[in-house]
């Protein structure tokens, strides 16, 4: 269905009295491929129904007390977000029982990675980094000319931690995904600990960014957040999203927590007013909606395992998952695989090279998965 301004104003009860119902807020995108939709509208969601499986984004979208605070922030729509970002700093940080100097805010997490690249990444000082893993520090290295050096994941899809810290000598920048994306695996605290440790004493001016975008999902024991760790080390920085569990990944806000010296290093690179008031708003209440996050994470849950046991019933492999997506070695080409349910109506992700058999599939709806296993069947077949 088109949506018009007045459908738009209406639907937050500036002109009528509805909320913003999540199927409207809740269409999701294209990672890192909104070119697909440009030149191939006739695949648009509003005009397919196609199955989004493809982005790894939250498919209930935000919370009620979200919406809620998106509407409440239309009368700040004419104001520069100033009193809006010191609100979401001050929840944030008494979520995490930090100080307020310890957070940057940013336009997504994207933004928190394209800062620490421009900061710490020079011509002289390279980016450590996976493969495959979240390209964007890599991509944005490589648009500023600045080298970069990429380390395949291992045999189980883990980041090959060992082979990164020798590489890590005289490096600007590590990055660390963790939860890791595309591979969907984890590292315990005392890996987490071990590995900075180690690249602390061979390359002690080495900064490193663990980006934990996927961290309410994850349900390994041994894992615990890096955000103790950033806190007393200058070189240490978490970044989170509020694109994932919360379900705001078209609304745009993420956040840094770091040492109040490498915050005020960051600072320089951020952009100015670069979140809008109606994240900051949903982004405030949200951040401590404790309630929600526990049901988008059972959600998850629930229909995550419910794919898992399709596909090795079907006798595929599939990769431990500590996040909202799973990875399924196909044992062929994925790429004509992935091209079929588009036709049939489920995208899914992406090639992730040199990992060309194995098939990313982010979590929908119990019902999208249900649909989307059909598909699956027929084209596998």
């Not at 995108?29 to 397919?48: C, F, I, M, V, Y």
Request: aromatic letters at 8%; proline letters at 6%.
């Amino acid at each position: 269905m088109p949506i018009s301004r007045r459908y738009f104003v209406s639907a937050l009860g500036l002109g009528g009295a509805g909320l913003l119902s999540p199927p409207l807020f809740g269409g999701r995108g294209h990672e890192a491929r909104l070119a697909d939709w440009l030149t191939s509208p006739a695949l648009t969601p509003q005009k397919a129904g196609l199955i989004r499986l493809d982005s790894n984004e939250n498919p209930n979208g935000p919370g009620a007390r979200a919406f809620e605070a998106i509407r409440a922030m239309f009368g700040e729509a004419n104001r520069y977000p100033d009193a809006p970002e010191d609100a979401l700093v001050a929840a944030i940080a008494k979520e995490h029982g930090v100080s307020e100097e310890n957070i940057i805010l940013g336009c997504g997490s994207s933004e928190i990675l394209r800062m620490c690249v421009e900061a710490f990444v020079s011509t002289a000082q390279h980016l450590v980094t996976a493969a495959p893993t979240f390209e964007l520090p890599e991509n944005f290295a490589m648009t500023m000319g600045r080298p970069v050096v990429s380390v395949p994941v291992d045999a189980r899809l883990r980041l090959d931690l060992d082979a990164m810290t020798n590489k890590a000598g005289g490096a600007g920048l590590v990055f660390f995904c963790n939860p890791n994306n595309p591979t969907a695996t984890v590292y315990g605290d005392a890996d987490v600990r071990a590995f900075v440790a180690r690249i602390r004493r061979e390359s002690p001016a080495t900064f490193i960014l663990i980006d934990e975008a996927y961290h309410e999902y994850v349900d390994d024991p041994s894992y615990k957040s890096a955000v103790p760790m950033a806190l007393t080390d200058p070189n240490l920085i978490v970044s989170r999203t509020f694109s994932k569990v919360f379900g705001m990944a078209g609304l745009r806000a993420g956040y840094a927590i770091v040492h109040r010296d490498t915050a005020r290093r960051l600072r320089r690179w951020r952009l100015g007013s670069g979140v809008n008031v109606l994240a900051l708003g949903a982004a405030t209440v949200a951040i401590g909606d404790h309630e929600h996050i526990a049901l988008e994470q059972k959600r998850n849950r629930d229909a995550k395992a419910f794919t898992r046991a399709y596909f090795e019933k079907e006798g595929y492999e599939v990769g431990v998952s500590e996040t909202n997506f799973l990875m399924i070695n196909l044992r062929r080409d994925m790429r004509p695989v992935r091209e079929a349910c588009r036709r049939e109506g489920v995208a899914v992700g992406r090639p992730f090279p040199p990992l060309n058999t194995w098939l990313r599939v982010s979590i929908g709806t119990m019902e999208e998965m249900q649909k989307a296993t059909e598909v699956f069947r027929k084209v596998l077949a």
